[in-house]
C-alpha cells in the first residue's frame, strides 16, 4: 500500500510538472504581443526607446521560435526575457492615461474587424465566381468532344439500344446536365452498383450546345449494358404551351439554371413513363437502387429524404425560404411541415398527372415566387404529396459541410455534393473528394489531353 502511494503521489507531481512546462513559452509569446500593441499605438513623436523595442521584440520571436515547452528554451531566450519585461515596464509607465490608451485599442478593434469583414466577402466572392466559371479542364473536355463529335458521320452518332428508351417495365433515371464529368460519374457509379444492368436507362437533359461533347463521351465510353439517352432541352415541342424559364439576375447558380426548373415538366418530357428517378449531376450512386423502385408511394408523388430533423445536415425550415406571412402563401402550407432535398428523388407520375401539378408549379410562378429557387418551389409544389425516405437512401453536404459523418457517407446509398464546392472543381473538400474520382478513368487519351487529373 505504502508502495502504490508513491507511485501516486509521483504521478501527481509528474502531472502537476507537465502542466507548469510551458509557463515561460507562453510568457514569452504574451510578452512579444503586448510589445506589438505599443509599437502599433505608440505616436510618432513619442520619446520611448521604440527601435529597441523592436529590435527585441525580433530577438524574442526568434528565441522562442517553435518551442512548446519550458526546456526547448534557450539561457539567452530567459535572459532577454527579463530585458523584456524591464522594457514593458518602461513602456507602460509612458503611458498614464487608459482612456486614451483604450480609445486607440478599440479603433484599431475596429478597424480590424472591419478588414475581417472585407476579407470574409472577398472570400464568399472568389468562391462563388470559382463555382460559377468552367475550369479549363472542363472547356478543354468539351471542345475535343465536340469537334470529334461532328467528325462522325450521322450514322456514327447514334447511341445503342434506342429501342429501350421509354420501355415501361425498365428502371429510368433523369439527369439534367451540362456537365460532361458529373454525367459519367453519375452515370458510371449507378451501373457499377447495379444488380441488373440492362434494365438501366439513363435520360441525360442538357442544352443543344453540349448535347455533341456528352454524347461523344458516352460512344466512346459505352455503359456496359446501360443505355444512355441524350436530349436537348431546346426541342421540347411542349414547352411553347409553359413559360419554363425566366431570365434571373441573380449571382448564385441555383437561381440561374434553367435545367433546374425543368424538374417540374417531368411527365411533359416522358409522357410514356409512369415512374422516374431523378438523380442531380453532382451525386454518387454507392449502392444497388432496384429496391427503390418497390418503395409504397402511398398515393404521394414523390420520393424524397426529409431535412427537418435538427442536428442533422442539412436542417431546413420552410419560413427559412419563403415568406409565410403572406397571407396568400401562410394559410396554405404549416410552417413545421417536413422539408426534404432534391437530388435522389422517386417520381409517379401518373400521381403527377392525376393532380396536374405542373399547373401548381407554373401558378406559383405566376405569383412572382420564381425568385426562391427550385428547392422552396418543389416544397409548395409537392407539399403534402411527399413520401419521406429513410436518410440511409440520400446523404447530403458533401459541397459545403465538413462535419458530415463518414459512417453516414460510408452507408448511403447515393451521396450528394450539394453547394458550391463541386467534387470537379478545384474548391471540392478533398476528403470527399475520392468518393467522386473513382468512378472516372483518369487514364482515358481526352482527360489526359486536358490536364483532368484526380
Given at each position: 500500500m505504502a508502495q502504490g502511494r508513491n507511485i501516486h503521489d509521483s504521478q501527481r507531481m509528474s502531472e502537476k510538472n507537465i502542466q507548469v512546462t510551458n509557463k515561460k513559452v507562453q510568457e514569452i509569446k504574451d510578452q512579444v504581443i503586448l510589445a506589438k500593441a505599443y509599437l502599433k499605438i505608440a505616436p510618432p513623436s513619442s520619446n520611448l526607446r521604440l527601435r529597441d523595442l523592436e529590435q527585441l521584440t525580433r530577438e524574442m520571436e526568434l528565441a522562442v521560435g517553435e518551442a512548446t515547452q519550458d526546456s526547448d528554451l534557450s539561457t539567452s531566450?530567459?535572459?532577454?526575457?527579463?530585458?523584456?519585461?524591464?522594457?514593458?515596464?518602461?513602456?507602460?509607465?509612458?503611458?498614464?492615461?487608459?482612456?486614451?490608451?483604450?480609445?486607440?485599442?478599440?479603433?484599431?478593434?475596429?478597424?480590424?474587424?472591419?478588414?475581417?469583414r472585407s476579407q470574409r466577402h472577398q472570400a464568399t466572392y472568389l468562391v462563388h465566381l470559382a463555382a460559377r466559371t468552367a475550369p479549363k479542364g472542363l472547356h478543354c473536355l468539351s471542345m475535343r468532344l465536340t469537334a470529334e463529335y461532328f467528325a462522325l458521320r450521322p450514322e456514327e452518332r447514334k447511341l445503342p439500344n434506342e429501342n429501350k428508351i421509354y420501355h415501361p417495365d425498365l428502371y429510368h433515371y433523369a439527369v439534367f446536365s451540362d456537365n460532361v464529368l458529373a454525367c459519367a460519374a453519375v452515370v458510371n457509379s449507378t451501373i457499377s452498383t447495379a444488380k441488373e444492368q440492362e434494365k438501366l436507362v439513363f435520360h441525360v437533359l442538357t442544352k443543344s450546345l453540349n448535347l455533341p461533347a456528352i454524347s461523344m463521351w458516352f460512344l466512346i465510353n459505352p455503359p456496359a449494358k446501360a443505355t444512355v439517352h441524350i436530349l436537348s432541352i431546346d426541342n421540347f415541342e411542349w414547352s411553347s404551351k409553359y413559360n419554363t424559364y425566366q431570365e434571373n439576375n441573380s449571382s448564385y447558380p441555383r437561381f440561374t439554371s434553367e435545367l433546374n426548373y425543368l424538374h417540374f415538366y417531368?411527365?411533359?418530357?416522358?409522357?410514356?413513363?409512369?415512374?422516374?428517378v431523378l438523380l442531380d449531376h453532382d451525386v454518387v450512386v454507392q449502392q444497388d437502387l432496384s429496391e427503390l423502385w418497390n418503395i409504397n408511394m402511398k398515393g404521394n408523388v414523390i420520393g424524397a429524404v426529409g431535412t427537418c430533423q435538427e442536428g442533422k445536415i442539412p436542417f431546413y425550415r420552410i419560413d427559412m425560404f419563403i415568406n409565410l406571412s403572406d397571407p396568400l402563401i401562410g394559410k396554405r402550407f404549416d410552417a413545421n411541415a417536413c422539408t426534404w432535398a432534391f437530388g435522389m428523388n422517386l417520381f409517379d407520375l401518373q400521381q403527377w398527372r392525376r393532380h396536374n401539378l405542373t399547373a401548381v408549379y407554373q401558378n406559383y410562378v405566376q405569383m412572382g415566387l420564381w425568385n426562391i429557387g427550385s428547392l422552396p418551389l418543389g416544397w409548395l409544389t409537392f407539399y403534402n404529396k411527399t413520401e419521406l425516405l429513410d436518410r440511409q437512401w440520400h446523404v447530403l453536404g458533401l459541397g459545403y459541410s465538413s462535419d458530415v459523418d463518414r459512417n453516414e457517407i460510408e452507408q448511403a446509398s447515393v451521396i450528394h455534393y450539394d453547394g458550391l464546392r463541386k467534387p470537379w472543381l478545384d474548391i471540392a473538400m478533398g476528403r470527399y473528394k475520392s468518393y467522386w474520382t473513382k468512378f472516372l478513368n483518369f487514364d482515358n487519351i481526352f482527360l489526359q489531353q486536358c490536364n483532368l487529373q484526380a
Open positions: 531566450a530567459l535572459q532577454k526575457m527579463r530585458h523584456m519585461e524591464a522594457s514593458l515596464s518602461k513602456v507602460y509607465r509612458a503611458f498614464p492615461d487608459c482612456s486614451a490608451l483604450g480609445a486607440k485599442l478599440h479603433t484599431m478593434l475596429r478597424q480590424a474587424e472591419e478588414q475581417v417531368l411527365p411533359d418530357i416522358f409522357p410514356a413513363l409512369n415512374k422516374i
